[in-house]
């Protein structure tokens, strides 16, 4: 999850108060009106006096953000890399399960086989019958480290609410979510501190 604010907007001069929500690659306006920017598509990103004003799509909008302006628009010009996301980072042991290409990691010491004492597991789960696997990876985990579950968004086949109940059930315990992909979402498990 991104930022948020109540705030005064405008959108090609037209003034509105509006909750705007800052995420990892768009800016959503909820309220009249509502739209998405994506990053990708905001041109001349600038904080001045506490508003954040930009163009896409030969419009413009302006948000009055106070001092949250600048941090704003430094994450829509340099939004975070899907590596910074996970908070994957050089070093680490990491294993990859699934179909699940490894070069998003790049140069990281990646196995495409389980590993004990990994840093970092990634689970492909694209069937609900994939989850079972949690509680075997569970072994292989550091103590401090992280099992990441990335499956298909909005299919029946598996659910987020599945995909909670089988962490839980392998004695994990969900810390984050994080948009994978346009098609993925990535759910992140630790060991509680307590079983550690």
Do not use: Y
């Not at 001349?44 to 941090?71: P, T």
């Amino acid at each position: 999850m991104g930022n948020e604010a109540i705030c005064r907007i405008e959108i090609d001069g037209a003034a509105a108060d509006a909750k705007v929500l800052l995420e990892t690659e768009e800016l959503i306006v909820r309220g009249r009106p509502a739209l998405k920017v994506p990053f990708k598509d905001a041109k001349n990103v600038v904080a001045k006096n506490g508003v954040l004003a930009l163009h896409w799509n030969d419009r413009s909008l302006r948000i009055h953000l106070g001092r949250d302006a600048e941090k704003w628009a430094e994450k829509i010009r340099n939004p975070k890399s899907v590596i910074e996301k996970l908070g994957v980072k050089a070093g680490q042991k990491i294993s990859i399960i699934g179909p699940l290409d490894p070069a998003f990691l790049g140069e990281l010491d990646v196995s495409t086989r389980v590993r004990k004492g990994s840093d970092v597991i990634f689970l492909a789960a694209n069937h609900r019958d994939d989850l079972q696997r949690l509680a075997k990876l569970r072994e292989s985990l550091m103590p401090a480290g992280a099992i990441w579950v990335i499956r298909p968004k909005g299919i029946a086949d598996i659910t987020e609410s599945e995909v909670m109940a089988a962490g839980k059930a392998a004695g994990l315990v969900d810390v984050k979510v994080v948009r994978f992909s346009e098609t993925h979402t990535a759910e992140k498990f630790v060991i509680p501190v307590t079983k550690r």
